[in-house]
């Protein structure tokens, strides 16, 4: 199995619409894209400071799964449109499990 792990931390302006709408969106992914196999997203629990405030891990077969993921259409329209007008700062890894 390969795994993708995202974290985000939003920028001050981004609006808790904003920041629901990216759990609302990215959640519809699964259904779209076939060759996810897991997909587990949401706001951080608050209760350490300095964490980032959202996470997304993706489990996929392969890393070439991984791949259509990462390129598919509908996920870089999502990144585009809801990630990209509020994200301060992304971390991301991808290893086998």
Not at 41 to 55: E, M, T, W
Not at 78 to 86: L, R
Request: avoid cysteine; glycine fraction near 4%.
């Amino acid at each position: 199995m390969f795994r993708h792990v995202v974290l985000f931390t939003w920028s001050e302006e981004a609006t808790e619409e904003q920041r629901a709408r990216v759990a609302t969106e990215f959640g519809k992914l699964p259904e779209a894209i076939t060759e996810i196999r897991s997909y587990t997203l949401g706001p951080d629990a608050g209760v350490s400071p300095g964490n980032h405030q959202f996470a997304i891990v993706a489990d996929f077969d392969s890393a070439d799964d991984f791949i259509v993921y990462r390129d598919h259409p509908l996920h870089q329209a999502a990144i585009a449109e809801y990630i990209k007008p509020i994200v301060a700062s992304r971390a991301a890894v991808q290893f086998e499990v």
